[in-house]
């Protein structure tokens, strides 16, 4: 599975036209206890290097960490498939500033980590419903 997206995601990410915050939803799944076979540390141990990065380079741009958790139970769903060890949702002020962080050289170096802590992730970039939650109550 995909660690970093495909050419086409990111430009369709980069292109879109709504302005304002966006959410990234993190679904992670750390690679096994050697690393990825690599004898290195563990996949979460790598993972939790590039966050400490992740987050300093977050939070200088605007964003900040909303929620983190992990997944005690698949309620609906493939119970092997959709099992994943932790989630995160991330909060930027704008597409801009998120593609800013991830173009960095700074991130660039980070991510290392992050594709030598996962065998499988899914990003999904989020807007808020929030006025339309307000007008249907």
């Known amino acids: 599975m995909a660690i970093t997206p495909t050419k086409e995601q990111f430009q369709a990410f980069s292109h ?7 959410v990234m939803l993190n679904l992670l ?21 590039y966050g400490d990065q992740a987050v300093k380079m977050v939070e200088a741009r605007g964003g900040r960490v909303l929620w983190m958790g992990r997944p005690e139970h698949v309620v609906i769903g493939d119970s092997d498939g959709d ?11 704008s597409r801009s500033a998120f593609i800013d962080m991830v ?4 991130y660039q170096e980070a991510h290392k980590h992050r594709e030598r802590g996962l065998d499988r992730t899914v ?3 989020c807007e808020p419903l929030t006025n339309e939650l307000e007008s249907r109550a």
């Open 103 to 106: 173009t960095s050289p700074q």
């Open 29 to 49: 799944h750390f690679s096994g206890p050697d690393g990825n076979g690599s004898g290195e540390r563990s996949g979460q141990g790598a993972y939790r290097d």
């Open 123 to 125: 990003l999904l970039a």
């Open 83 to 93: 099992g994943w060890d932790l989630v995160v949702l991330v909060s930027y002020p």
């Open 16 to 22: 879109a036209s709504r302005r304002g915050e966006v």
